[in-house]
């Protein structure tokens, strides 16, 4: 299949930067479509480790191309960050494009993304406070900076001082906080403009080219579904749509031309920042989730919340983003635990519901229907074909899969390219 979407089915890190690492090997170009510097994907290669914040995760292929497309929110001294670590660990990252439709993250947008955190005080979000949402609300309100505005010194110039003196009455007459020099940022991002400029290009049509040649593409999900500015837990998420349907406007790809979409899931639920989690578990079993998993955010080193898989967020992705097949993850963590517990709907009342409950007053209240498995109880991480793995594993498996309506792509027990098992060759 040419055009294969990988999406993140529950509060993210789910591994979607180990599957995409996985597939792009029969890649040609692999996009980030949205978000910015939010998300933090760890790809694991002989047991050495690459965090990526901005750079698509194909990017340890050398002949893959890696493009963040018009959708994404661009932090340029990250990702000229991340490329500088990248060459400087022997990785090419001369194939790189960029959209000149981007929106570029500024020094504003991340010093209000923390400002209004602090306002919201018990009520905060918990944000990464890298200027996503903010740089978001730019764009919406027709106020923000694009790639090709950067890269032109003068039209950089001119609109900052438009945007600049709008900003700095908010940051004084709001935030009571000093407001930022004009120079000093025209100066800082002249040079990000100048190093950047030879990656900038109209990604948009160099994607439909490539499609029109018949070059495989991954279009590479950052956050996930329960995370969607629409669909997720609102207010509780993040600024873009990470489901499927964000590659039409994230990257200039229409709906028709993908042929596949992969649901990544985390063999049980993780969640950073605020907001409600039905199956949490706020419990010895979350700690040992956590202790097992190691689960502290890429991005802010943040303790993740940790609870059961939850099949009805799950199966809610599947609906939102036509997910073909699931690539089930990090199954490995389980090894150890006696019993697994599934959550496999939702009662309000004493009624199940057919839906996830958009008020977050009604979703706090559901209680999740759980099933319970036994465990396997035994180590998982060296097999390498389906057949292989515990019965008891397979079952939790196959259940999973009958509750999502979605069936098994690939199952990883490991987070190494060679501990992955697939059951559906996808691209
Ligand atoms: P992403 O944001 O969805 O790309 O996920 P993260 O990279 O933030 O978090 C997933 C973590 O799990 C990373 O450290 C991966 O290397 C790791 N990982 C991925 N798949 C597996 C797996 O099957 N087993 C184990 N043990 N780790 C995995
Ligand atoms: P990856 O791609 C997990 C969460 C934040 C916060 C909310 C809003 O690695 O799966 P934002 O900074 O986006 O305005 O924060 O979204 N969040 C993520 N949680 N994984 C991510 O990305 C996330 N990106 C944002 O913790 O709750
Ligand atoms: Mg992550």
Redo the contacts with the bound molecule.
């Keep these: 299949m040419s055009a294969v979407v990988i999406t993140?089915t529950q509060?993210?890190?789910?591994g979607?930067g180990k599957i995409v690492d996985y597939l792009a090997a029969r890649a040609d170009v692999v996009v980030r479509f949205q978000?910015g510097s939010?998300?933090?994907?760890t790809v694991t290669v002989n047991g050495e480790e690459y965090k990526l914040r901005l750079l698509p995760s194909g990017i340890l292929y050398p002949k893959t191309k890696c493009v963040i497309g018009n959708g994404v929110v661009l932090d340029p001294a990250v990702v000229l960050e991340e490329m500088d670590a990248m060459s400087s660990r022997g990785i090419d990252v001369s194939s790189i494009k960029i959209s000149n439709r981007a929106h570029v993250v500024m020094p504003y947008h991340k010093l209000i993304?923390e400002l209004n955190e602090n306002l919201r005080a018990e009520n905060k979000?918990?944000?990464?406070?890298?200027g996503?949402?903010p740089c978001y609300i730019d764009k919406d309100d027709r106020i923000g900076i694009r790639v090709c505005d950067l890269i032109d010194r003068e039209e950089f110039a001119s609109k900052l001082k438009t945007i600049l003196p709008m900003k700095n009455l908010i940051l004084e007459k709001v935030y009571n906080h000093a407001p930022l020099d004009f120079d000093a940022i025209v100066d800082e991002y002249s040079g990000y403009a100048q190093r950047l400029e030879p990656y900038v290009c109209d990604t948009i049509s160099l994607l439909n080219d490539q499609l029109d040649c018949g070059k495989k593409i991954l279009f590479e999900g950052?956050?996930?579904t329960m995370?969607d500015i629409d669909y997720g837990t609102y207010p509780?998420?993040?600024?873009s749509h990470p489901i499927s349907g964000g590659v039409g406007v994230g990257a200039g790809v229409a709906p028709k031309k993908i042929d596949c979409v992969v649901g990544v899931v985390k063999a049980y639920c993780t969640?950073?920042?605020?907001?409600p989690f039905p199956t949490e578990q706020l419990n010895a079993i979350g700690d040992k989730l956590r202790e097992c998993g190691h689960e502290f955010?890429?991005?802010?080193g943040r303790p993740r919340r940790t609870g059961w898989l939850d099949a009805c967020v799950v199966r809610y992705a599947g609906q939102l983003s036509g997910i073909d097949y699931m690539a089930v993850t990090r199954l490995d963590i389980l090894d150890s635990f006696d019993e697994i517990k599934m959550c496999v709907g939702y009662k309000l009342d004493g009624r199940l519901l057919n839906e996830i409950p958009a008020s977050l007053k009604i979703l706090a209240r559901v209680e999740p229907v759980y099933e319970t498995f036994e465990g396997w109880r035994e180590p998982i991480s060296d097999i390498r074909s389906y057949d292989e793995l515990p019965s008891k594993a397979k079952k939790y498996l196959e259940r999973m899969s009958e509750v999502t309506g979605i069936g098994l792509g690939i199952v990883s027990v490991g987070p190494n390219r060679d501990q992955t098992i697939v059951l559906k060759e996808i691209i």
């Design positions: 993140g509060w993210g890190d789910e979607k978000g939010n998300a933090g994907h993304d979000i918990g944000t990464t406070k890298r996503i949402g950052a956050q996930a995370l509780y998420v993040t600024a969640r950073v920042g605020e907001g955010g890429t991005v802010t």
